[in-house]
């Protein structure tokens, strides 16, 4: 089975040591993970911070070791370090040098992977294209943005033309036309086949373009679905923008359970619950309370289930008192 798989683990587990020698503590910043992701398709790996996000990347990679359990990469276990040529990955915080100009920079990881000069230059030039950087291509790094660092980030993890690519937070920090850079880029990696695992907190960039989710709260996997299948998109409220209506009416509104925002010039009310059987009903006294008050209609909008409100749901009902998100065993040593 895991030769089909682009990455699967079992009971996967990684436990840090704390606390003095005396009275040792255990962090679980991984407990049990059970992961299947496909070939070919993109998965979006979510969670707070804390979660165990990087830390299962860094599993995966063989930058650490695991406390108990096991993963396959590719078809191999993660310890045969020749799949690891196979595997593309940009850190959360990536070190550029930036001295050296985005030909240069690429060109120095083509020479680590023992590319010969033709096959260097023509790699750098092909990757320079795909990420849109080839006209700043003798430009130094360090007078490259946010964005475009991202992206020559994700050039040198595609370097060595890998079948997985791991992307540790690669929407971070970006505005919007640098996040639709990067989302384009990752479409682009799955049109080629490869397969994209990457986590992100920017969840409508994820609802948009992942095939799968799967979602790690305090290092415990608790949903891996396709998104159709994870949200259903059931539709949960009604949101009305309306203008002109008098504070009698807001009053009148708010006491049927709904929630009224005053802007400027108009007023957004949400009316929660429409999937309820008195949800119809709810619906009909708040448009009668707007016609009553003379208000003018100016908007309707149906707000169904987002990945941002399930993602708040779970993690909400696996809060504690704990301010780490990690799980802390203490043992005695």
């Known amino acids: 089975m895991s030769e089909i798989l682009a990455i699967r683990t079992e009971n996967l587990t990684k436990e840090f040591k704390g606390g003095s020698l005396i009275r040792r503590r255990y962090i679980v910043a991984l407990d049990g993970l059970n992961l299947h992701v496909n070939r070919g398709e993109i998965f979006g790996y979510l969670g707070p911070n804390g979660a165990g996000k990087t830390t299962t990347f860094k599993l995966l990679l063989g930058l650490i070791f695991p406390t108990a359990g096991d993963a396959w990469v590719l078809g191999k276990q993660i310890k045969d370090v020749r799949v690891k040529k196979h595997i593309g990955f940009l850190p959360e915080q990536p070190y550029f040098y930036d001295y050296l100009t985005a030909e240069e920079f690429l060109n120095f990881y083509a020479q680590l992977f023992g590319f010969d000069k033709k096959t260097r230059k023509q790699r750098v030039r092909n990757l ?31 370097i060595n033309d890998p079948e997985l690519v791991i992307l540790d937070e690669p929407l971070s920090g970006l505005d919007p036309s640098g996040r639709k850079e990067i989302r384009d880029i990752i479409f682009h990696l799955k049109s080629e086949g490869r397969t994209v695992i990457f986590s992100s907190h ?11 989710v799967g979602i790690l709260v305090k290092g415990r996997l608790q949903n891996v679905e396709y998104l159709d299948k994870l949200l259903d998109y059931e539709v949960e409220s009604i949101e009305l923008t309306v203008s002109g209506l008098n504070g009698v009416g807001k009053e009148n509104i708010r006491s049927l359970g ?13 009316i929660p619950g429409v999937n309820l059987p008195e949800g119809e009903e709810s619906i009909a006294r708040v448009f009668a309370v707007v016609r009553e008050s003379g208000a003018r209609l100016v908007s309707v909008i149906s707000r169904a289930q987002s990945l941002e409100s399930l993602f708040v749901k779970l993690n909400t009902s696996h809060s504690s008192p704990v301010t780490s998100h990690s799980s802390l065993v203490t043992k005695v040593s």
């Open 128 to 158: 320079l294209s795909m990420v849109g950087l080839e006209e700043v291509a003798s430009n130094q790094l360090r007078k490259f943005s946010r964005g475009m660092l991202q992206r020559i980030g994700v050039a040198q993890a595609l």
């Open 202 to 212: 920017i969840l409508s960039d994820v609802e948009a373009i992942c095939d799968r």
């Open 258 to 270: 709904c929630h009224v925002m005053q802007g400027e010039n108009r007023t957004v009310i949400t």
